[in-house]
């Protein structure tokens, strides 16, 4: 881990194609480190979640290179590292387990991070939690609770009820919500530790009634679509 995050912070420092292609068979090396550690993942969500198993490294893993195609920010690389352990892949559709990693803080995130959860579904996905939650709320804010260490960032919500959903309900906070993600900060210490991934999975547990739910909801719509 301490490779990766040297590398990392390094690359913050001096974000620029010259640097990196410098430093590529570096890169090449620290990148087989990322593999090793998102299969590790893998096994150890795959020991709660049957959901997740089989996945390959290159389905849960993201490209160092940035879009800056419509980005203010023109940084050709990111500083920072994500594995996202979801059913059938990260661009699935379905909540998952998020490792983020960032040694000197980013804006999509700012500091290391365990996130499990759902990110800006798209609309007919967003649609199904939703009614997911207004049927079964008690669960899902069980659900919540028992994440103990987490807490379900509310940063991406709606000022108002969406259209549909009674003003009257229970639950209406959640369903204002864009998106449902659970997270919990890490230190460098925590990251450092020799049984980190262990540590991670531990931890990601307490999110699987929770994760278990949304993908319930998920499920639902696709078979809707079908």
């Known amino acids: 881990m301490e490779e990766i995050l040297d590398f990392l912070s390094r690359l913050h420092d001096s974000n620029t194609r010259e640097w990196f292609d410098a430093h590529r068979s570096e890169w090449a090396h620290v990148k087989g480190r990322v593999a090793k550690l998102a299969e590790a993942l893998?096994?150890?969500?795959?020991?709660?979640?049957?959901?997740?198993?089989?996945?390959?490294?290159?389905?849960?893993?993201?490209r160092i290179a940035r879009d800056t195609r419509f980005s203010n920010d023109k940084s050709p690389y990111k500083n920072w590292l994500g594995i996202f352990v979801a059913p059938k892949g990260k661009k699935s559709g379905y909540a998952g387990y998020y490792l983020h990693i960032a040694p000197k803080g980013d804006r999509l995130v700012g500091e290391h991070m365990l996130i499990s959860g759902i990110y800006c579904p798209e609309p007919t996905l967003l649609r199904s939690v939703r009614e997911e939650i207004l049927d079964n709320g008690a669960e899902f804010t069980q659900a919540i609770r028992t994440a103990k260490g987490f807490r379900l960032n509310t940063d991406n919500k709606l000022k108002r009820l969406p259209m549909g959903f009674p003003a009257d309900c229970e639950h209406a906070e959640l369903l204002k919500q864009k998106d449902w993600c659970l997270e919990k900060s890490i230190d460098e210490q925590f990251l450092l530790d020799d049984r980190f991934v262990e540590h991670a999975v531990r931890e990601f547990r307490k999110t699987r009634d929770f994760i278990g739910i949304i993908n319930r909801a998920v499920q639902y719509a696709y078979e809707e679509m079908m």
């Open 42 to 62: 893998i096994e150890g969500v795959s020991s709660f979640d049957p959901s997740v198993c089989g996945l390959r490294v290159q389905d849960c893993t993201y």
